[in-house]
């Protein structure tokens, strides 16, 4: 068995995100998300049928939740719980370097 590096393979011109998924099973997924940049859609939002916690790796982050006035900032080692349904959008993320999210979607 090989292990892999949570930071490394990471191109250094991304005009998308790239969302990996590192492993899956039943109603349980992680990923790497990778952002440079990269906000959620004006108007858009995530409605995720299943509860995420994400924890930012590196980078800064700020998500803003449905019915909210100011977004959550994320540093390194910050985490948050987003239940199911938990209408949210990214509305920053760094355009200098890589933002590294691990997020685990779980019933």
């Given at each position: 068995?090989?292990?892999?590096?949570?930071?490394?393979?990471?191109?250094?011109?991304?005009?998308?995100?790239?969302?990996?998924?590192?492993?899956?099973?039943?109603?349980?997924?992680?990923?790497?998300?990778?952002?440079?940049?990269q906000?959620?859609?004006?108007?858009?939002?995530?409605?995720?049928?299943?509860?995420?916690?994400?924890?930012?790796?590196?980078?800064?982050?700020?998500?803003?939740?449905?019915?909210?006035?100011?977004?959550?900032?994320?540093?390194?080692?910050d985490?948050?719980?987003?239940?199911?349904?938990?209408?949210?959008?990214?509305?920053?993320?760094?355009?200098g370097k890589?933002?590294?999210w691990?997020?685990?979607?779980?019933?």
């Amino acid at each position: 068995m090989k292990p892999n590096n949570i930071y490394s393979d990471i191109p250094p011109d991304m005009p998308e995100e790239i969302f990996e998924t590192i492993a899956a099973s039943g109603t349980v997924r992680i990923e790497r998300i990778i952002s440079h940049g990269q906000t959620t859609p004006q108007g858009s939002w995530y409605d995720e049928n299943l509860n995420e916690w994400v924890i930012l790796l590196k980078g800064s982050a700020e998500i803003l939740f449905e019915g909210e006035a100011n977004a959550v900032t994320l540093l390194p080692g910050d985490h948050i719980l987003i239940p199911a349904h938990r209408r949210h959008r990214v509305s920053r993320t760094d355009r200098g370097k890589p933002t590294i999210w691990l997020a685990v979607y779980f019933a």
